[in-house]
Each structure stands twice: as C-alpha cells, then as structure tokens.
C-alpha cells in the first residue's frame, strides 16, 4: 500500500512566540521540522515524505543533515489555514499514493512504532488516528456556562499523525470548502461524512510543542532518551 507523509509546517507559531516560523525552531541541536522528517522516514510502512513549509521560507532550516533520504520529496508551500496546508501538501503527492499520513511537524517527538501502529490501522479501516485518553475531566463550555460534561471514559484527545485513505481525505477536504468548514484536525472532515474513524493508542511524549515551557518538557524527554 503506497504512503506518504505530509509534515506539517507552515504555521507562523505564534503562542510559542519566536522569530523563526515554530518548526524551524531547533531543539537540542535539530529543529522541529527535522526530527519529525526522521521519525516519519524511518517508518518501513512509509514511501514518501512530504514536507510543507512557510510560503515564505523558501527552503529547509540550513542546519540540517536530515534532507537527503531516498524518500523525502521537494518541499511545498502551505497556506493561511493548516487545513489549506493539508489541501495543498496533498497535490505534491505522487500519483501512485494511496493513503496519506497527516503529522504536526511540531509533534516532533513520535515514534516511528507509533506511526506503524496507526498506519496499519488505516490500510485495514480507510481512516485512523492516534490519540491518547484524557486525564481530566472534559467540559464543554460556553462563555463561562458549562454545557455538557461527557463521559471522560469517552474522551481522548487527538494526536497525529491522522491516516487516511488518500481519495477519503481529498473528498473530506472537497467537502469541507464547499461548505465553508474549518476544522480542527483531518478526522473531523471524514467523521462529518459519517465514515468511521479508528482510534490508536498514542504515547504521552507525542504532545504538539505549542508553548515556551513545552519545549523545555521536550528537552527532558529526549535526555530521558539520551538524545540530548
Ligand atoms: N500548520 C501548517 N499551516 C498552517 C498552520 C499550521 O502547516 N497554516 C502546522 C504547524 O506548522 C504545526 C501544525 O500545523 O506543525 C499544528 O499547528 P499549530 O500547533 O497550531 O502550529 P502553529 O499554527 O504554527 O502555531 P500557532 O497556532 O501558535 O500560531
Ligand atoms: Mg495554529
């Protein structure tokens, strides 16, 4: 089964609050972008690896060893939106993909074990992603009024990388435009056509570097690693 990776970075990082776009912020001596290539390259269920950058980076972080691997493709450029980013890494892909592999460059720090997992999910159910059960007690909140408390045995909060059959995702995305929807990750596309989404067992350590301290959490967890 032909797949492919789009790695997501495009987005400008605005709560982590650096000058650099967020992927292209190094840690412990490799940016974002790069180690979520690595860990997405050596995945053996994986072909392709598409990275898509700031349209205004114009190239990869200069500091990098990580560009030259047989499966990684020329970078695209993303767009205002992450689903907009989505939409157009995907018309990078080669034609002969058949699932397609969604990732937050800034979940940099997934295991190629995990991503296996979540890959062979979906070649078997078309769409599956990786998620992790909550801790804390969901609320849905309006204003300050609490709405509903959902059952929190129910609750996992979504990770990527999100897997899906490639045809699946592009008419998720097709159907998302026409009615003008943006939403929050790629599942919520495809549940919103009713096709069932599987969820996989995600570890704790694959969390989205969003905030100054989440990077200083990183750190530990890649000397926990001894990769720092
Ligand atoms: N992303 C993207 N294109 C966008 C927005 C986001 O490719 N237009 C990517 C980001 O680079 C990131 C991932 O989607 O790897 C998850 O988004 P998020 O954590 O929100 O990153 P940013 O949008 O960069 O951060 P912020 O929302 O704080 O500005
Ligand atoms: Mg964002």
Known sequence: MTTAALVLAAGRGERLGRKEP?????????????????????????????????????????????????????????????????????????????????????????TPESVSAVVRAAWTGRAALLASPVSDTIKRVQGRQVIETPPRSECWAAQTPQVFAVDLLRDALELAWNDVFLGTDDAELVERMGVPVEVVLGESDNFKITHPEDLARAERVLADRGEA
Do not use: M, N, Y
């Not at 939106?81 to 699932?99: A, K, N, T």
């Open 22 to 110: 967020k992927a292209f912020v190094g840690l412990c001596g490799r940016s974002l972008l790069a180690r979520s290539v690595s860990a997405l390259c050596a995945v053996p269920e994986i072909d392709w690896v598409q990275p898509v950058l700031p349209p205004d980076a114009g190239q990869l972080p200069a500091d990098e060893t990580a560009w030259i691997h047989p499966k990684l493709l020329d970078p695209v450029p993303g767009g205002d939106e992450r689903q907009d980013s989505v939409r157009l890494g995907l018309s990078g892909l080669p034609e002969s993909v058949e699932f397609v592999a969604v990732h937050d460059a800034a979940r940099c720090l997934v």
